[in-house]
């Protein structure tokens, strides 16, 4: 009666430490992320769409991707962080915010418009190319922060060799964004927003004795759940354009439509 007492506790125990684990996922998202919803049907300008040019968003980190077996060389956040740029400004308040002009591509656009001219010249088109748009505000930034395992836990309980366990780790990622005006060269917002990428693991282990004593049994089964590190770049990136038009917008740089 007494074992049976003890098990059920254990096992009561691990339960609520296992919901508490995973829960953490998926019932608290970070508080400084905006969801989809919102981001999408952000109020749209007053004044109409903002011409934004975007060179670079690069990777400032400097960390690899962690690994607790060997060195790894590839790296923990994207090297590609501007398309998610490019991407979230051309979404931001269903598209009505920004209208985005292409840089980072730049010399392969000035290249195929050379040949354009170069051709129309042989065959004697004298139709002129349309002037390249220009930007008013340019859109920069890095990711300057990858903190890995800036929270770690983990429950678990075994009774007669037999009993599963929890783990769970945190990382945060930091992004920072700015926007400059072209005119005068000042920079008009300055966001940081910081994103948590969180994963657990949940295993569930047999150790037994068999054959009086003299051999031995051991099972190990389990499974893991990671938030993509992507994901959480690219709503951390949508996070710092919301903040970043709220912020032009209290300064008097922008407003929203009424």
Request: proline share 4%.
């Amino acid at each position: 009666m007494y074992k049976r007492q003890v098990l059920t506790l254990l096992i009561a125990g691990l339960v609520a430490g296992c919901s508490t684990t995973v829960n953490r996922i998926e019932s608290e998202p970070p508080k400084a992320v905006v969801t989809e919803k919102d981001f999408i049907n952000l109020p749209p300008p007053a004044q109409g769409a903002i011409v934004v040019a975007v060179y670079s968003f690069e990777d400032k980190t400097g960390q690899r991707l962690p690994s607790e077996k060997l060195a790894n060389i590839s790296t923990a956040v994207t090297q590609g962080a501007e398309q998610y740029v490019i991407k979230a400004l051309r979404d931001a308040g269903n598209g009505t915010w920004f209208r985005v002009v292409e840089r980072v591509g730049l010399e392969n656009l000035a290249r195929e418009r050379q040949i354009i001219r170069q051709t129309r010249e042989e065959v004697g088109d004298e139709t002129p190319l349309s002037p390249m748009l220009f930007a008013g505000v340019i859109v920069e930034g890095a990711i300057v922060g990858y903190d890995s395992n800036t929270l770690t836990g983990g429950v678990g309980a075994r009774y007669l060799g037999i009993g599963p366990s929890t783990r769970y780790t945190e990382d945060v990622i930091t992004v920072s964004m700015r926007a400059v005006s072209v005119k005068s060269g000042e920079v008009l917002t300055s966001t940081a927003v910081t994103k948590t990428v969180l994963s657990t693991s949940t295993n569930l282990g047999v150790f037994k004795f068999i054959e009086a004593g003299t051999e031995n049994v051991e099972l190990e089964v389990g499974n893991s759940q990671n938030e993509p590190v992507n994901h959480a770049v690219r709503l951390a990136i949508q996070t710092a354009v919301v903040e970043m038009i709220k912020e032009g917008a209290e300064n008097g740089y922008w407003a929203f439509k009424q």
